[in-house]
T-cell receptor, first 113, second 112 residues
């Protein structure tokens, strides 16, 4: 079975500081991995995805994530936080076989001025 | 290209009533999934449809049902509403079941 764990339900960073949001997954088959962002009263927006190939994935808004199979991790980073990055971020593992998408519980990012 | 649209955006219902929510996927997308999002339970998968067939179903009671039409539009229905059904219901579409999902803005359902 697949599962996703996001460490830290709330993360605060100063504007301009590094953003690091952690995600670990469990999958018996090579996973498809995703990061989504949700702004208040909106749906989820796809930030980036990993399917196969290059393990460092670049997404929108300056975010990137690295797939590390040995650590079963897919952490999301951004070198310099902006106030507009304040939102909730969800890591997800994609379907394989009959499995459905599994979402983490989310990490709410707060950016301090 | 237009995104995923969901109607209505907001809905207030009374316990015991039923409700139907609608989702129009991105043009060309044939897979539609539904999720329930609540502060306590997070994002929970309801069901997924592809080519009018339900491929996957989450752990929800039979009061929750859905369908997909030949034009890929989807509806979900909740009968005999309970207070605990108050949530944001999100629809997501993808080109094929294994592709990335694109979400609509959601329908905020409040049950009183």
């Amino acid at each position: 079975a697949q599962s996703v764990t996001q460490l830290g339900s709330h993360v605060s960073v100063s504007e301009g500081a590094l953003v690091l949001l952690r995600c670990n997954y469990s999958s018996s088959v090579p996973p498809y991995l995703f990061w989504y962002v949700q702004y208040p009263n909106q749906g989820l927006q796809l930030l980036l995805k990993y399917t196969t190939g290059a393990t460092l994935v670049k997404g929108i808004n300056g975010f990137e994530a690295e797939f590390k199979k040995s650590e079963t991790s897919f952490h999301l980073t951004k070198p310099s936080a902006h106030m507009s990055d304040a939102a909730e971020y969800f890591c997800a593992v994609g379907p394989s076989g009959t499995y459905k998408y599994i979402f983490g519980t989310g990490t709410r990012l707060k950016v301090l001025a | 290209k237009a995104g995923v649209t969901q109607t209505p955006r907001y809905l207030i219902k009374t316990r015991g009533q039923q409700v139907t929510l609608s989702c129009s996927p991105i043009s060309g997308h044939r897979s539609v999934s539904w999720y329930q999002q609540t502060p306590g339970q997070g994002l929970q998968f309801l069901f997924e449809y592809f080519s009018e067939t339900q491929r996957n179903k989450g752990n929800f009671p039979g009061r929750f049902s859905g369908r997909q039409f030949s034009n890929s539009r989807s509806e979900m229905n909740v009968s005999t509403l309970e207070l605990g059904d108050s949530a944001l219901y999100l629809c997501a579409s993808s080109f094929l079941p294994y592709y990335e999902q694109y979400f609509g803005p959601g329908t905020r359902l409040t049950v009183t």
